[in-house]
């Protein structure tokens, strides 16, 4: 008897190994046109930027990169970047911690409004900067008349770039905070330390990883933008051309190499943008594993197993 | 709290507003006129249909892709799943610059494909291409999770049970992916509709043939035609915020699934 259901259970699980996994042929034609589509749509066009790019050797490589206008168009991009990811920094850390810590009307709508960037097509992004502040917008008069400029200058590019970039940080860090809950600000608090120290020393820390990876993504995002920056920037070389739009000039100019030599710096930008990525992922699954480690006695081996059936 | 109110309301409600009342400045007539000449109606077919096929690609592709990561192990399995954000972190002008140079005559891909009377450069094929690079991480990246929490206990008793490998992943595994497939097709595809800087490469922007909705307003603000450009702007903002609604409500059908 016994031995009979042994028999009858290996027979099953042999089975339900045959039944859970597709035959060989079947998994490697699946692996096959899926690294195929990779290649396609993923390595060739990396390694094409690279190529291209070098393809009239290191000098002209060299001479195009430090071109002037290449080069303020360099400068330029680095500027941008560097005024609108810190402020989305404050701003989604603002935005996560009202949405993740305290409940109020129109919460739902605050967090589609949050998203909109994402949907909103670039192009139309840059047109909504226009209609405000163009030379027939709302503003328009009034900026005119006091010497300002904000279409067709530094000023707009960077209104158009924080606002494509402001959701990066805040949805990265909202989930992050709800799931934190508010139970060690509030202990903190008790404690008598004050609204800045818990910021500081509890609610930070809490989010660090999130925080890293937002900015990581906004910063590429903020470096690459092409659309709503195009309409906004009104093309003047050396002045405000950013480098996706240097590399659209440069195209159009039927130079090839000095486009792809652009090109690359933001494709060597977008490598380094997933290597960090990758190397957070790793470093957060690590800890998060070592936090589920630390109490490994407390907890019952798991039921089943050789002895369950053993004793059947 | 304040802060995040008044940042949200300068850099987004004050610029959407400005737009509506812009609009709300031209008669029913006149918007109507605007927003259905013949060239914005050739341009919104390429768009919407260059973006249909595209995110079906990916739907298709995606499916396959995250199966594949998921499921087996393989040489290069790794630095596969880290590329697939590759499109994600490419700026688009690059994406463009590089595909149309690839699908272009003489380019590595354009080489062989062109002989054969494969054009991918300058023609709505190339839009397509450029729109299903830009679209992949989304499939991918939704499915992943839930093949991950996928239970492989019920595959299993589907199998003792009796149920070949094919009729088990007909019956089983397809309905619990099909909605965040659809939810990663559906953000391919508002992301589609808005793209514009991977596309200004590839297309060449023919007008009637090769123009996508974002370009032609692009155009029209050159030409000074403000009332023209607000009205695509508006037709494309409407059709954002109706796939954005879309969207929302099959996140929620999706986690429904999840947890049921």
Redesign the interface.
Known sequence: MAGNTKRNLGE?HA??K??????LWA?WT??T???L??L???????V??FA?AFSKGWSVYWHALTHPDSWSAIKLTLLVAAISVPLNVV?GL??AW?IAK?E?RGKAL?I??????F???????G??????FGL???FGGWLNDHNLRIIFAVPGII?AT??IT?PFVARELIPIMQAAGSDQEQAALTMGANGWQTFWHVTLPSVKWGLIYGII?CN?RA?????AV??VSGHITGQTDT???R??KL?NEYQ?PA??AV?SL??L???V???L??VLEWKQSLEFSRAQQTPPVKRAPPIGADGGIAGM | ?G??LF??SA??????G??V??TLGLSWAEFWELATTDRALAAYKLTFGASLIAALANAI?GT??A???TR?E?P?RRI?D??????????????G???A??FAAN???GKYLVPLGVKGAYTPLGIVIAL??VG?PFVVRTLQPVLESFE?EV??S???LG???LR?FLTIIAPTLLPPVITGFALAF??A?????SI??ISGNLPFKTEIA??L??MR?EEYD?AG??TL?VV??II??A??VV??LLEQWAGKFVKG
């Open positions: 099953g089975k339900s045959r039944g859970t996994e597709e035959p998994k699946l692996i046109i899926a690294m589509f990779c396609v749509f993923l390595f060739l066009p990396l094409n930027v291209q701003f603002a935005a009202a305290f109020f605050l589609t409004l949050i998203d909109l960037p949907s909103v097509s670039p192009v139309v992004a047109l909504m900067f226009v209609v405000l027939q917008g709302f209104l924080v606002f402001f993504l590429a470096m690459g933008e092409f659309g195009s309409v480098m996706p739009l590399i659209e195209y090839g486009a792809f090109a933001l494709a930008l977008a490598l943008t997933l290597g990525k990758t | 709290m802060f995040t940042y949200l850099l987004v409600i004050i610029p959407i400005g737009l009342v812009r592709f396959l892709l199966w594949v990561l087996y393989f290069g596969i880290a590329m697939v954000d590759f499109p994600f972190a490419l700026p688009t002008a690059v994406a610059l590089t595909l140079n690839l380019g590595w891909l299903t690079f992949m492989r595959e299993e589907a199998a003792t149920a070949g490998r088990t508002a992301r509709i808005g793209e514009y800087g200004v490469f974002p370009y307003i692009v603000l403000y450009a607000i702007a494309l903002l954002s915020f796939l954005l969207i929302n």
